[in-house]
Nanobody
Framework: QVQLVESGGGLVQAGGSLRLSCDASGRTLYRVGWFRQAPGKEREFVAAINWSGANTHYADSVKGRFTISRDNAKNTVYLQMNSLKPEDTAVYYC????????????WGQGTQVTVST
């Protein structure tokens, strides 16, 4: 069983920064991703990182502004979000997969990020 708990969301003005955390427990993870869902929109991929190694991947909409990182000792994955825009407003979820061929089968409860103008 895998448990994921997000934190760090909140209200920030446009141009500001937030850092989200995803605390993981349970089984050894292969890859952790951040996703987001804005009101009335489908959930979309934001960024992902392998639990071992430095392989990262970003959505085009956040490249150069968001950075995903991990602290294996703390079993935590971070999403540093800079230069935030109102269109970044969404509920942010972390998700995990256990193998390269598996899907993101484990999800956190989400944390709200609101960017004001």
């Amino acid at each position: 069983q895998v448990q994921l708990v997000e934190s760090g969301g909140g209200l920030v003005q446009a141009g500001g920064s937030l850092r989200l955390s995803c605390d993981a427990s349970g089984r050894t993870l292969y890859r952790v991703g951040w996703f987001r869902q804005a009101p009335g929109k489908e959930r979309e991929f934001v960024a992902a990182i392998n639990w071992s190694g430095a392989n990262t991947h970003y959505a085009d909409s956040v490249k150069g502004r968001f950075t995903i990182s991990r602290d294996n000792a703390k079993n935590t994955v971070y999403l540093q979000m800079n230069s935030l825009k109102p269109e970044d407003t969404a509920v942010y979820y972390c998700a995990a997969k256990l193998g390269s061929g598996s899907s993101y089968g484990y999800w956190g409860q989400g944390t709200q990020v609101t960017v004001s103008t």
